[in-house]
């Protein structure tokens, strides 16, 4: 069974701190996936990452794959209250289209 | 365009009863995925198809939960016999056609289930 944990699980931070979404996995995934929920709503994809060590930026956001595609994390820079939300990172099982959620990571960003 | 598009929004029901919960995925998105959402347990994969045949159940809790897809613009998910620990937001997810293994995932709104 492939399990993505998250970590941490709440965070509380005031707004123009920076923080570190981590996701972690035993498991290889051919592309990983990060998705932010906002209350009442489905997941909205912010990125996709497919190769080890790849790194993309979006604005404040920078995401990390890990070289061996089990880990990825995820980077705010000086977070805004328009940031709080659900994080979800999401991997995509090697060989089939099976996308698995992680644990989440909940951010309150205060002004 | 239309999103995913989730009947009803919210459900409240007795246990022991039937619900059925549906969805309408984008036009010409080729893959459907059931997830289930809870505090404890996150975001949970009860199954999907693909051009409407079911390829991993494996999610699906026990027999009492069934989902069928029976075209490409419609899928339900039932349970029945309903039980207090179904209580939980069930979402629809639909993806586009020949974007491989790095495709979006596109949600529905949610239902939300209370089974009394």
């Known amino acids: 069974t492939q399990l993505l944990e998250q970590s941490p699980q709440f965070l509380s931070i005031q707004e123009g701190e920076n923080l570190t979404v981590y996701c972690n996995s035993s498991s290889v995934f051919s592309s990983l996936q990060w998705y932010r929920q906002e209350p009442g709503e489905g997941p909205v994809l912010l990125v996709t990452v497919v190769t080890g060590g790849e790194v993309k930026k979006l604005k404040r956001l920078t995401f990390q794959f890990g070289d061996a595609r089990k880990d990825s994390s995820l980077h705010i820079t000086a977070a805004q209250p328009g940031d709080t939300g659900l994080y979800l990172c999401?991997?995509?099982?090697?060989?089939?289209?099976?996308?698995?959620f992680g644990t989440g990571t909940r951010l309150k960003v205060l002004a | 365009d239309a999103g995913v598009i989730q009947s009803p929004r919210h459900e409240v029901t007795e246990m022991g009863q039937e619900v059925t919960l549906r969805c309408k995925p984008i036009?010409?998105?080729?893959?459907l995925f059931w997830y289930r959402q809870t505090m404890m347990r996150g975001l949970e994969l009860l199954i999907y198809?693909?051009?409407?045949?079911?390829?991993?159940d494996s999610g699906m809790p026990e027999d009492r939960f069934s989902a069928k897809m029976p075209n490409a613009s419609f899928s339900t998910l039932k349970i029945q016999p309903s039980e207090p620990r179904d209580s939980a937001v069930y979402f629809c997810a639909s993806r586009p056609l020949g974007t491989k293994d790095t495709g979006e995932l596109f949600f529905g709104e949610g239902s939300r289930l209370t089974v009394l």
């Open positions: 999401a991997g995509v099982v090697s060989g089939t289209y099976k996308y698995i």
């Open positions: 198809f693909n051009n409407n045949v079911p390829i991993d």
């Open positions: 036009s010409g998105h080729d893959y």
